[in-house]
């Protein structure tokens, strides 16, 4: 008995600890946004965002400089999310070796300029991103639509998981050409009510030094485009 | 009190305040962390960076652990898998099976070469086999300004221990959740 009422203090205690160190027990319920803002209202990334990361985390290597990002792009765009369909599966004799899921999403953004590549305003781009085995596409077109988005894409057409795979392109992507992916680092969202941009893998505050310190699309867009030239 | 006392005072260390939040929402559903390697992961060449980040588990808190042998069900908690993993990713944990906020069954997937990138391969290759686990028991990852461990993103800065273990103030998170 003794030893159960030093466990439960210790763990009461410990929770005031956290809260005052910072650390909340807890986060709010899936599906609703620091602000309470209401489902599939596209005008803040938040929601998005964590809908995209739920139950997956990447580690990655960052992209260090504004050059080093455009040297490993092969498309680099600003425009809109206007959809949000099914990513990349794998088939193949060893297709169960690439992972029990298919944990990729299809951004469809069209495109209002590019600083690399030949993209036609008003033309769209179909970026594979790593999103959440948990999350379907369709909550995440929901809650994505709408949102300004800056992308730099590689070209990842000869990339296999493994040997024995093939990535096979879902049926909405053109079925040619190259298959564009979007970096951890390298999807930036932002919605009208935002003040900050937001990735679904990485924060402002995750981006380098020497990147400067941008905190909005029109910052990191800013530096992007003139790395680019 | 004395107990709950020195407790309190390992929670406050320097540079804690930017600790993300703890719990993430998705944690497994219980102390026992079971795990098996694919064939593929015994199969790489680090299948032993798995077993390490395993035991660093056991050893520095109150969770425990369990080798179930092949992967086969999709109630074990961990499959470790050795892939490429397209872009710039070293490796990543992905919640698979979940009831509401408990996570049944994770992929953790490691991509060596580029782990291997670099300087300090085996030691990387450890630092992020335990920083996946640590996201698969509740971690998020620390900015730079939060406290030295596991949880920092990319390349270990040096070989110093403390890049391959979770902080007490996390593990005093982890063992009052479990």
């Known amino acids: 008995m003794f030893k159960r009422y030093i466990i439960a203090t210790l763990a009461t205690s410990a929770t005031a600890l956290f809260a005052l160190a910072g650390c909340a027990g807890s986060q709010p319920a899936d599906g609703q946004s620091a602000g309470g803002q209401a489902r599939g209202n596209a005008s803040s990334a938040t929601e998005f965002v964590a809908a995209a990361s739920r139950g997956l985390h990447l580690d990655y290597d960052k992209q260090a400089t504004p050059k080093a990002a455009v040297a490993a792009s092969k498309l680099i765009v600003r425009g809109t999310l206007v959809d949000v369909t099914d990513g990349i599966t ?35 781009v179909y970026a594979i991103f790593n999103k959440s085995a948990v999350t379907g596409v369709a909550d995440l077109a929901a809650t994505g639509k709408n949102l300004k988005v800056v992308a730099a894409l ?12 093939t990535v096979v392109r879902p049926d909405a992507m053109p079925a040619t050409g190259p298959l564009y992916l979007a970096f951890p680092d390298s999807l930036w969202l932002q919605g009208s009510a935002d003040k900050t941009m937001a990735g679904v893998h990485a924060e402002p505050a995750d981006i380098p030094a020497a990147w400067g310190t941008p905190k909005n699309l029109d910052q990191y867009w800013s530096t992007l485009a003139k790395a680019a030239k | ?45 680090d ?19 369990s080798n179930l042998g092949a992967c086969s069900a999709n109630t074990t908690d961990i499959w470790w898998w050795a892939l ?19 996570c049944d069954s994770a992929d953790v997937r490691i991509d060596f070469d580029q782990i291997d990138i670099g300087n300090n391969d085996v030691a990387d290759r450890d630092k992020t086999s335990v920083h996946e686990i640590g996201h698969s028991i509740g971690l998020g990852h620390h900015s730079p300004a939060a406290h030295d461990c596991a949880m920092i993103s990319g390349e270990i800065p040096s070989l110093d221990i ?9 593990v005093a998170h982890i063992n009052a959740q479990f």
């Open chain 2, 84 to 102: 490429d993993l397209a872009g710039t990713i070293r490796g990543e944990e992905q919640c698979i099976f979940t009831s509401g906020s408990v």
């Open chain 2, 1 to 45: 009190m004395a107990i709950v006392a020195a407790l309190a005072g390992s929670l406050f260390l320097p540079g804690q305040a930017h600790a993300t939040t703890y719990p993430e929402l998705i944690l497994p559903d219980s102390s026992l962390h079971t795990y098996c390697f694919t064939a593929g992961f015994s199969g790489s060449r």
């Open chain 2, 162 to 170: 403390l890049w391959r273990r979770y902080n007490a103030h996390d």
């Open chain 1, 90 to 124: 794998f088939g193949g004799a060893n297709a169960a070796q690439a992972g029990r899921a298919s944990s990729y999403g299809t951004a469809v953004i069209e495109v209002t300029s590019a600083a690399k590549g030949d993209v036609a305003p008003g033309g769209k």
């Open chain 2, 47 to 65: 299948p032993g960076t798995g077993t390490y980040a395993m035991s660093v588990l056991d050893s520095t808190t109150d969770m425990t652990i």
């Open chain 1, 154 to 165: 590689a070209d990842i057409s000869k990339w296999s998981p493994a040997p024995g795979v």
